[in-house]
Nanobody
Framework: QVQLAEFGGGLVQPGGSLRLSCEAS????????RGWYRRTSGNARDWVAI???????NYVDSVKGRFSISRDNAKNTMYLQMNNLKPEDTAVYYC?????????WGQGTQVTVSS
């Protein structure tokens, strides 16, 4: 069973920063960590930042210039650096990984931006 786990969520004031981490279980070194998604209350899970190729990245317009996705393949870990956070960034954030044609998700981590 592939396991992905997100870390780093929490409560932050507007303008603040958080860094999310996504760790894949060591049993699956071949997993490709592909991107970050988020879900707000009552809405579908939407993409936020993804690796479109092994190195190229894409960001949803609302986070461009504020969020940065990166990964350390040797550690099977992916990151999302979030700066200048806004209340509308409040959501549960999920990481996504691919392995052998299957898509896997972590359990999510809550990010709340509020004063």
């Amino acid at each position: 069973q592939v396991q992905l786990a997100e870390f780093g969520g929490g409560l932050v004031q507007p303008g603040g920063s958080l860094r999310l981490s996504c760790e894949a279980s060591e049993s699956f070194p071949g997993i490709s960590l592909r991107g970050w998604y988020r879900r707000t209350s009552g809405n579908a899970r939407d993409w936020v930042a993804i690796f479109s190729t092994s190195e190229d990245t894409n960001y949803v317009d609302s986070v461009k210039g504020r969020f940065s996705i990166s990964r350390d393949n040797a550690k099977n870990t992916m990151y999302l650096q979030m700066n200048n956070l806004k209340p509308e960034d409040t959501a549960v954030y999920y990481c996504q990984g691919w392995l052998n044609g299957m898509v896997y998700w972590g359990q999510g981590t809550q990010v709340t931006v509020s004063s």
